[in-house]
């Protein structure tokens, strides 16, 4: 079956883009190379404890975020952080608005695009791992630019070297994400800490944060970008030593019960393209995501919905 539109990446760059086409009438199709959807906004269950192990909050500030924002606290999928007046968080965690996001879209999980191709007739095709191909009208990139461009690449496809160069000039931060269930209560302000320097850029309890009342303490280290870079590929128990000794002052003394490791390789982009979105109707592709519209949960909805406009208002042509 040949869609209309198919986008790769089911983070909420890419669930955003797919319901501004849905609500337009289109034949979208979203494929997510990991099992769940939402991208960093990922919440994982640990032994009994349920713990945001990628973003920890977002923030609102332009109007058109805002109100999707308000339609998600209607709903009960999103509330304040406890004792703030400006963070907002998933309920029950911060996964709970892909799974909203996604709900009445075709979205195929563990579907790896491995390379797409664009032929002559102006169709594109693209190789999923195990899974064979698809046929599309019109692609929409919205992983890690480097994944993107790998893609691109395999499938043989020409950029104009001008915007080829600024796409390849993205780099990210990686981050490593420790998530830690102790035999009681932590010492973690309930607003959580980011340390001024050492190897931790975040501490937060997912139980004084609310989502995770099984258990007396559910903590999400995230490790700074220097640290993440240097030991990004040191054995997990090596890693998670070093990350609960910097976190001790803020651990009471508690055992350890359980605790997992994730490693975010893309997780923040050191530098942004300056536009929300790219679209390239010769090509009929397209690119977004948190390197165009900005580094935040807001910045990469804003880019997929810049990017659901900018595909709508082809297909009109």
Same mark, same amino acid.
């Given at each position: 079956? &040949?869609?209309?539109?198919?986008?790769? #990446?089911?983070? =909420?760059?890419?669930?955003?883009?797919?319901?501004?086409?849905?609500?337009?009438?289109?034949?979208?199709?979203?494929?997510?190379?990991?099992?769940?959807?939402?991208?960093?906004?990922?919440?994982?269950?640990?032994?009994?404890?349920?713990?945001?192990?990628?973003?920890?909050?977002?923030?609102?500030?332009?109007?058109?975020?805002?109100?999707?924002?308000?339609?998600?606290?209607?709903?009960?999928?999103?509330?304040?952080?406890?004792?703030?007046?400006?963070?907002?968080?998933?309920?029950?965690?911060?996964?709970?608005?892909? &799974?909203?996001?996604?709900? #009445?879209?075709?979205?195929?999980?563990?579907? &790896?695009?491995?390379?797409?191709?664009?032929?002559?007739?102006?169709?594109?095709?693209?190789? =999923? %791992?195990?899974?064979?191909?698809?046929?599309?009208?019109?692609?929409?990139?919205?992983?890690?630019?480097?994944?993107?461009?790998?893609?691109?690449?395999?499938?043989?496809? =020409?950029?104009?070297?001008?915007?080829?160069?600024?796409?390849? *000039?993205?780099?990210?931060?990686?981050?490593?994400?420790?998530?830690?269930?102790?035999?009681?209560?932590?010492?973690?302000?309930? %607003?959580? =800490?980011?340390?001024?320097?050492?190897?931790?850029?975040?501490?937060?309890?997912?139980? &004084?944060?609310?989502?995770?009342?099984?258990?007396?303490?559910?903590?999400?280290?995230?490790?700074?970008?220097?640290?993440?870079?240097?030991?990004?590929?040191?054995?997990?128990? %090596?890693?998670?030593?070093?990350?609960? %000794?910097?976190?001790?002052?803020?651990?009471?003394?508690?055992?350890?019960?359980?605790?997992?490791?994730?490693?975010?390789?893309?997780?923040?982009?050191?530098?942004?393209?300056?536009?929300?979105?790219?679209?390239?109707?010769?090509?009929?592709?397209?690119?977004?995501?948190?390197?165009?519209?900005?580094?935040?949960?807001?910045?990469? *909805?804003?880019?997929?919905?810049?990017?659901?406009?900018?595909?709508?208002?082809?297909?009109?042509?």
């Amino acid at each position: 079956m &040949k869609h209309t539109i198919a986008i790769v #990446g089911a983070g =909420i760059s890419g669930l955003l883009t797919a319901r501004v086409l849905a609500e337009r009438g289109a034949s979208v199709i979203v494929l997510e190379k990991s099992r769940g959807v939402g991208g960093r906004m990922a919440t994982k269950r640990v032994g009994d404890a349920v713990v945001d192990q990628g973003a920890q909050f977002f923030t609102t500030k332009d109007p058109r975020f805002s109100s999707w924002v308000e339609a998600w606290g209607a709903r009960g999928l999103a509330g304040r952080w406890p004792g703030s007046t400006h963070r907002w968080i998933g309920i029950p965690g911060m996964t709970a608005i892909g &799974k909203h996001l996604a709900t #009445g879209l075709t979205i195929e999980r563990e579907h &790896k695009v491995t390379a797409a191709r664009r032929h002559a007739c102006g169709c594109w095709e693209l190789d =999923i %791992e195990e899974h064979g191909i698809l046929r599309a009208e019109r692609l929409v990139l919205t992983a890690p630019v480097p994944q993107s461009l790998a893609i691109l690449d395999a499938g043989g496809v =020409i950029l104009d070297e001008t915007l080829k160069s600024r796409l390849q *000039a993205i780099r990210y931060h990686p981050c490593l994400a420790l998530l830690v269930v102790l035999d009681g209560a932590s010492n973690v302000p309930v %607003e959580g =800490i980011s340390p001024e320097s050492g190897p931790l850029r975040w501490v937060g309890d997912n139980v &004084k944060k609310g989502i995770s009342p099984q258990v007396p303490a559910a903590v999400t280290l995230h490790a700074s970008a220097d640290f993440s870079a240097r030991h990004y590929g040191l054995p997990e128990t %090596e890693v998670s030593a070093l990350l609960l %000794e910097a976190a001790r002052p803020w651990l009471a003394g508690r055992n350890v019960v359980s605790s997992a490791l994730h490693r975010w390789k893309f997780s923040e982009p050191r530098s942004e393209f300056g536009e929300p979105c790219v679209w390239l109707p010769e090509l009929t592709l397209g690119f977004a995501g948190d390197a165009f519209g900005g580094p935040r949960i807001e910045g990469a *909805a804003l880019s997929g919905l810049a990017m659901g406009e900018r595909v709508a208002s082809h297909l009109l042509h």
